[in-house]
Structures are given as structure tokens and as C-alpha cells.
């Protein structure tokens, strides 16, 4: 059975830096491509960043330059390195795997549909 465990959320202060891990199980995580999303209360799930099995990142624009998507394959493990936080980055982050193939490039990544298995989340949450 396939198990994405995100960890690493907790209290941020505005600019500060904080770094998500998730972990999988199940699957031969190589082969897996994996994604961040998050989502706010009230709000819609969005696409946050993606690594592909070969290692390709990709990232929503609000999230540029601040946050880093990378991953162990030795560990099986994914990480989302955030820094400079901002308000907004404070919701529940969830990691996502899939076995497709993104045909679309960076269009096919961001869609949550695209993703076959997905973490419980962790919240981050802003501190002033």
C-alpha cells in the first residue's frame, strides 16, 4: 500500500524559513513524480511545485526564488524548502505522487487530477 507522510509544519514568522518533508512507501519512489499543493480554509487546493523523476522542477510564479522543490531517492523522500515566507504561504501543505507521464509539461503537473497518491498534510501556520 502506497503511504505519503508529510512532515516539518509548524510556526513560521513572516520571512522566516521552514522546510516540508514527505515520505513515501509503496512504490519504487525513482519512478515517482512528485508534487506540493496547498490549501487555504475556504479556498481551492493549489499547485505549489512539482519534481519530475528525473529531477525537473517546477513551480507555481507566487512561489519563485522563494521555495525549493527537491528530492532523496535514496531516502524516498521529497522535500519543499520554503523561505522568505509570507502570509499567504500558511495553509495545509500536501505532497502528491503519480506514475503518469505530464504530457503537458509544467500544465500537467499543477493539476491535482494528475496525481494518483496523495499525504494527510501539514499545516503551516504564520506567527507576527
Known amino acids: 500500500q502506497v503511504q505519503l507522510v508529510e512532515s516539518g509544519g509548524g510556526l513560521v514568522q513572516a520571512g522566516g524559513s521552514l522546510r516540508l518533508s514527505c515520505a513515501t512507501s509503496?512504490?519504487?519512489?525513482?519512478?515517482?513524480?512528485m508534487g506540493w499543493f496547498r490549501q487555504a480554509p475556504g479556498k481551492e487546493r493549489e499547485f505549489v511545485a512539482a519534481?519530475?523523476?528525473?529531477?525537473?522542477?517546477y513551480y507555481v510564479d507566487s512561489v519563485k526564488a522563494r521555495f525549493t522543490i527537491y528530492r532523496d531517492n535514496a531516502k524516498n523522500t521529497v522535500y519543499l524548502q520554503m523561505n522568505s515566507q509570507k502570509p499567504e504561504d500558511t495553509p495545509v501543505y500536501y505532497c502528491?505522487?503519480?506514475?503518469?507521464?505530464?504530457?503537458?509539461?509544467?500544465?500537467?503537473?499543477?493539476?491535482?487530477?494528475?496525481?494518483?497518491?496523495w499525504g494527510q498534510g501539514t499545516q503551516v501556520t504564520g506567527s507576527s
Open positions: 502528491a505522487g503519480s506514475m503518469n507521464s505530464f504530457p503537458r509539461g509544467y500544465y500537467s503537473y499543477s493539476q491535482g487530477a494528475e496525481y494518483d497518491d
Open positions: 509503496g512504490r519504487t519512489f525513482s519512478t515517482y513524480a
Open positions: 519534481i519530475s523523476r528525473n529531477g525537473g522542477t
